[in-house]
């Protein structure tokens, strides 16, 4: 009797485990960052003149990658502060790690909908550049909103332009085609 017993707490346990799993899995699903726009190629000139080295920072336009995507209600009744943080990192694929990357975001906007009482929500910080490091996420920007959340409600993003800079250009860095790839996340702030 004792064995069935605990077979079938053990049972439970686990079905009540998969059930938190799962109720806690549906909360944090649909919160989206899509990422448009195109590669960035550096054009950096050739050296013609002994004595000069590279210009060692350039920068891609104002909108190299723009960004948008939403996050359900859900996702925000998780927020504590009203805030959630759009964060960038670099995977390299062929690199040297004399190259800094940077990024700083311009403009964007931010609405929410649903059943909401004096709901606003904003896209803030990140107007300077930041560095982009390959194994920590970066904090990008923010999206805040506030007021209190009622029915459906689920915050929208779009036209957050990524500007991109590299520094570290030089001589004594050997030629060659470097790469690497951006990845965007979003979570609590």
């Known amino acids: 009797m ?31 960052v899509t990422p448009s726009g195109s590669n960035w190629t550096v054009s950096v000139p ?29 996702f925000l009744n998780l927020l504590s502060n009203g805030a959630a ?5 670099y995977t390299p694929t062929l690199w040297n790690n004399a190259l800094r990357l940077y990024a700083k975001r311009s403009g964007g906007t931010a609405t929410i ?6 709901c606003t929500a904003t896209v803030n910080g990140g107007t300077t ?28 993003y779009s036209g957050i332009n990524v500007q991109l800079q590299i520094s570290g ?6 030629a060659a085609s470097y790469s690497s790839q951006l990845v965007f996340t979003i979570g609590p702030n």
Do not use: H, W
């Open 113 to 118: 909908s649903g059943l909401c009482i004096g």
């Open 169 to 174: 250009v030089s001589v004594v860095i050997p």
């Open 2 to 32: 004792k064995i069935i017993s605990s077979v079938l707490r053990n049972m439970l346990l686990k079905k009540y485990l998969y059930l938190a799993a799962l109720t806690i899995s549906s909360y944090l699903q649909a919160q989206t």
């Open 46 to 74: 050739a050296i013609t003149e002994a004595g000069n080295n590279y210009g060692g920072t350039y920068a891609s336009a104002t909108n190299v990658i723009v960004l948008s995507g939403s996050m359900p209600g859900s």
């Open 129 to 156: 550049y930041a560095e982009i490091l390959q194994a920590t996420d970066t904090a990008l920007c923010t999206i805040n909103f506030s007021g209190v959340l009622g029915l459906g409600n689920s915050v929208s």
């Open 85 to 89: 943080r759009i964060s960038v990192r």
